[in-house]
């Protein structure tokens, strides 16, 4: 298996533009997980679905964030309006609900807002 | 809300040696404890998964154990390589509805040095 496969690897946009984050989860896996990482605040889960389904987005920052996953072989992270403070590396995970939940991450996505 | 810190945040040793990261959690009633290793620039890399009913997992140069009651969890390395400098971040998962969820620590970086 190829594993979580992310794109693109790095991304620079200018503050006010849309951004999208790819990400197809390891085959077979019915749950994933988008994750922000930064120096100050550490690896910090936004949101996770299982089966497709959101079920918990709490860790989103704010509206300008939204994450669809319209199947299980995809899914996507929009950031609109970016702003600078989205710099981050953001991960995607990927894993089977159960019996360990074991996660797999992707490579990244490194996001530089100018 | 789950907290879980990690000790020391960064450690240098020489190669050879054998050493001890730390990770305590706040709330003991967690399902699973996982060890990470993250290179930089890179994502995550599972190294060790520990169900909440076991006391220990090992592979090849790696122990991890875990004393649910205390609310730690330390990973063992032996006989350190230079190979071995990376981050190591713990997580854990709560023995609640949502068990796939993780919450990670902020982790050890080690160097291993000839």
């Known amino acids: 298996d190829a594993g979580v496969i992310q794109s693109p690897r790095h991304e620079v946009t200018e503050m006010g533009q849309e951004v999208t984050l790819r990400c197809k989860p390891i085959?077979?896996?019915?749950?994933l997980f988008w994750y922000r990482q930064t120096m100050m605040r550490g690896l910090e889960l936004l949101i996770y679905?299982?089966?497709?389904?959101?079920?918990?987005d709490s860790g989103m920052p704010e509206d300008r964030f939204s994450a669809k996953m319209p199947n299980a072989s995809f899914s996507t992270l929009k950031i609109q309006p970016s702003e600078p403070r989205d710099s981050a590396v953001y991960f995607c995970?990927?894993?089977?609900?159960?019996?360990?939940?074991?996660?797999?991450f992707g490579p990244g996505t490194r996001l530089t807002v100018t | 809300k789950q907290e879980v810190t990690q000790i020391p945040a960064a450690l240098s040793v020489p190669e050879g040696e054998n050493l001890v990261l730390n990770c305590s959690f706040t709330?003991?009633?967690?399902?699973?404890l996982q060890w990470f290793r993250q290179d930089p620039g890179k994502g995550l890399t599972s190294l060790l998964l520990?169900?909440?009913?076991?006391r220990e997992q090992t592979s090849g140069r790696l122990n991890a154990s875990l004393d649910k009651s205390s609310g730690r969890s330390t990973l063992y390395i032996a006989a350190s390589q230079p190979g071995d400098s990376a981050t190591y971040l713990c997580?854990?998962?709560?023995?609640?509805?949502?068990?796939?969820?993780?919450?990670f620590g902020t982790g050890t970086r080690l160097q291993v040095t000839l």
């Open positions: 995970a990927s894993s089977f609900a159960g019996p360990t939940y074991e996660q797999y």
């Open positions: 085959s077979g896996h019915n749950s």
């Open positions: 679905f299982n089966n497709n389904v959101p079920i918990d």
């Open positions: 709330d003991s009633a967690i399902y699973n």
């Open positions: 520990i169900q909440s009913s076991q």
């Open positions: 997580a854990v998962r709560l023995n609640t509805g949502t068990a796939s969820k993780l919450t």
